[in-house]
């Protein structure tokens, strides 16, 4: 009787136990993993299948479960660091718990797997794109003639600009969508506010993420935009956008606005408009740029 009731408490800590597995989201991943003897799986497909029946599992025995995306190169990078032996289920263990810390991670609530691979990997671009940029506007260093930290005060310029892009905003929910060119890759950020009983709601890790992707392109004169869309029952949804200009947001006028989203931006060809949509000039923003003396 003591054994049982031993072993009922036990299941349920293991219920209790939250969970993380590190996801191998693509074939090229998948092989790099393939040269370790302790990495038994060889085909990606089966693999894959074996995650989600155990996802499955754990969720009916009423676990949490997150996902975490296993990176072979960054593994290899954790086990030289660590003097850990990366040919170990051990060390791929300690691996996916440092990452379900640091990195981005999904939480399973039932749906198909595959509906999750391009969350995940959404996740981690986003978490990749804000580190970045942190880094472009931690590097601008102090503003000679003042002092003043430059990417500092080039986020609280995007923060301000970003309260008023939405304060300005027709009602509804808003999707919007910054864009920063420059070497190596453009930085692209999302933002969805959502209206709720006429109560803006947005994510703060994408509101982070999206205003310290504006601040790089104001702060370093990057080209690029800013577009944004309203969404609301029983209307037309509405499309602004602005350039991004030294230190601030230039308007796109409506017929602007029409090209940007009627022309395939690779071939150049025309793409017909879409339907219940109103391409318009953005609302005044109110926001006077810095002096000319004084650049930010």
Known sequence: MAYTDHRTLRRVLRREMAGTIGLLTDEHDFRAMRRYRSFVFDDHAAYLKHVEALLRTRALQGSHTTLALFDPEEYTEFCRKTGLDPDSRTSRTRFTAEIAATGPTVLYEGQPLAELLPTLVDEAVRRTTWEYATTLLTRLGPCASCGEDLGRAAFARASRLLTRILDTAPPGDRHLVCSVSG????????????????????DEAEALEFTTVLAVGLATESPGGLVMRTSAPGTRDRIHGWRLRAHGLEPLTAGEVFDAYCTDAESGDLIPPESNVDYCEPPDLGEEGPGPDHHH
């Not at 950020?189 to 959502?194: R, T, Y």
């Open 183 to 202: 070497p190596p890759e453009t930085l692209i950020a999302v933002l969805h506010a959502d209206d709720v009983a006429g109560r803006m709601e947005l």
